[in-house]
């Protein structure tokens, strides 16, 4: 019996090497793209309507969570996040692999998340073939401000990383990186926590 061949889509999502000139896959990225005009046109009071788009949107979601506008992505349904997400003013995910972030993120301004690539030779580049890894952020993950991370990095949790990183490795969990080369700068510890409470009064909610 004759195996049936993947459609686009499941390429794309598989990892393997995938046109995006699909008629599925262009019908998609139109569907995307109209949520998010709606997304970015909402007055600043429309919280609701904007999260209900999210919700519409995303592959997941907690009910706690906050994404700025604007925000652009590619598809949507390959965009999971964990309670307590915060995106601010810009995040831009090309999610045509799965983008996987855990509970309590805060992203800042002007972020990047790309899962797409190209092919290096301008051959096969020229054919408009993609290809694409996921990206995964864990639990309580700060992302600084114009920070772009690179298809296939997973970032661990409790990890921070500083203003205008390019992260094109794996981070693991619990450490400051930053650098372009994104690199590991030091650990973070217990006792930064106690040495913050030392200086700041700790406002109450």
């Known amino acids: 019996m004759e195996t049936p061949s993947l459609t686009e889509k499941e390429k794309m999502i598989m990892g393997m090497a995938y046109r995006p000139s699909d008629k599925q896959l262009s019908a998609d990225r139109l569907k995307a793209r109209e949520l998010i005009f709606e997304?970015?046109?909402?007055?600043?009071?429309?919280?609701?309507?904007?999260?209900?788009i999210i919700?519409?949107?995303f592959a997941h979601t907690e009910n706690m969570f906050y994404v700025e506008a604007p925000f652009n992505c590619d598809y949507g349904y390959n965009i999971?996040?964990?309670?307590?997400?915060?995106?601010?003013?810009?995040?831009?995910?090309?999610?045509?692999a799965p983008v996987n972030i855990g509970d309590n993120v805060f992203i800042g301004p002007?972020?990047?998340?790309?899962?797409?690539?190209?092919?290096?030779h301008p051959h096969l580049r020229n054919q408009h073939i993609e290809w694409a890894k996921p990206i995964t952020i864990g639990n309580n993950v700060w992302i600084c401000g114009n920070v772009c991370i690179n298809p296939g990095v997973t970032i661990g949790a409790g990890s921070v990383i500083g203003t205008g990183s390019v992260v094109t490795k794996d981070i693991p969990e619990n450490v400051f990186a930053a650098g372009n080369p994104c690199q590991i700068i030091r650990t973070i510890t217990d006792e930064e926590k106690d040495f913050f409470y030392k200086k700041h009064t700790i406002p109450s909610f």
């Open 39 to 52: 997304f970015n046109r909402l007055p600043p009071k429309g919280f609701k309507q904007r999260k209900s």
């Open 55 to 57: 919700k519409q949107l």
């Open 80 to 96: 999971s996040i964990g309670q307590n997400f915060y995106a601010n003013f810009n995040l831009t995910i090309l999610d045509c």
């Open 110 to 120: 002007n972020v990047s998340l790309f899962t797409a690539g190209h092919p290096m």
